[in-house]
């Protein structure tokens, strides 16, 4: 079974930046489909970022430009650097991984398109 294991996250003040990796394991080669997922505090878990073995990366509008997610094969390890971040980026953030190769551009926003997932990690942004 592949494992995920998010680290990064921290308190800190709106315009700041961070970066969140995701370490992976219990797989030959990092899976097809990774992605970031995040839950603020009494709402339900969104879609953030999402990257494709083939490089495509897709994104929530609100992180757009703001966020990039990337991917080091070598290392097998997932990332979502966050830029300007605002005090609405406040949440527990989740790196998820599925071993299919989507077609749909809407499958990568859907969470039941991930098989694994980490067990999150603290964004707090203050204003």
């Known amino acids: 079974d592949v494992q995920l294991q998010a680290s990064g996250g921290g308190l800190v003040q709106a315009g700041e930046s961070l970066r969140l990796s995701c370490a992976t394991s219990?797989?030959?080669?990092?899976?097809?489909?990774m992605g970031w997922f995040r839950q603020a505090p009494g709402k339900e878990r969104e879609f953030a970022a999402a990257?494709?073995?083939?490089?495509?990366?897709y994104y929530v509008d609100s992180v757009q430009d703001r966020f990039t997610i990337s991917r080091d094969n070598s290392r097998n390890t997932l990332y979502l650097q966050m830029n300007n971040l605002k005090p609405e980026d406040t949440a527990v953030y989740y790196c998820a991984s599925s071993p299919r190769i989507y077609t749909r551009r809407g499958s990568y926003y859907q969470s039941p398109s991930y098989d694994s997932w980490g067990q999150g990690t603290q964004v707090t942004v203050s204003s």
């Open positions: 219990g797989h030959t080669l990092l899976p097809n489909t």
């Open positions: 990257i494709a073995r083939s490089g495509g990366e």
